[in-house]
Every structure is written in C-alpha cells, then in structure tokens.
C-alpha cells in the first residue's frame, strides 16, 4: 500500500516538473484593489437523510475596481 503511494506520488511529481519548469513567471506591475458585492439567491431545498435541510443559492453580483484603472 505504501510502495503504491510513494510510487503515485512519485510519478505525479514527474508529470508536474515541466510545467513548473518551463513556466513564464507573470510580470509585477503593481497591485489593484477590487470590491465585490454579492447577493446569494435561494433557488430550492431538499431533505437528506442524516445531513438535514440541504439549500442550493446561486451567488450573484458585481466586481468593481476601485482604483479606476483598466482591468487587463
């Protein structure tokens, strides 16, 4: 089970390395502050069985950038 792991581990590793390797690093031009404003919606619920009352929302809002700068 262990040699099975370490072997897993081992061959993810190797998978990652030329990803990380020839990776561009993303070039520092400064930092921008965003503000965020969400609403959560209720879009329905449902009973689970040892869990309880199970709610799915949906999360909507808007993304602003407070410093007015271009976004990209």
Same mark, same amino acid.
């Given at each position: 089970?262990?040699?099975?792991?370490?072997?897993?581990?081992?061959?993810?590793?190797?998978?990652?390395?030329?990803?990380?390797?020839?990776g561009?690093?993303?070039?520092?031009k400064?930092? +921008?502050?965003? +503000?965020?404003?969400?609403v959560?919606?209720?879009l329905?619920?449902?009973e689970?069985? #040892?869990v309880?009352?199970?709610?799915?929302?949906?999360?909507?809002?808007? +993304?602003?950038?407070t410093? #007015?700068?271009?976004?990209f």
């Amino acid at each position: 089970m262990i040699v099975k792991l370490i072997t897993s581990a081992l061959f993810s590793a190797v998978l990652m390395v030329p990803g990380v390797v020839l990776g561009v690093p993303l070039e520092k031009k400064g930092s +921008t502050s965003y +503000t965020s404003h969400y609403v959560f919606h209720p879009l329905g619920s449902t009973e689970l069985s #040892g869990v309880g009352k199970v709610s799915v929302l949906e999360m909507v809002g808007t +993304t602003e950038n407070t410093k #007015g700068e271009p976004t990209f």
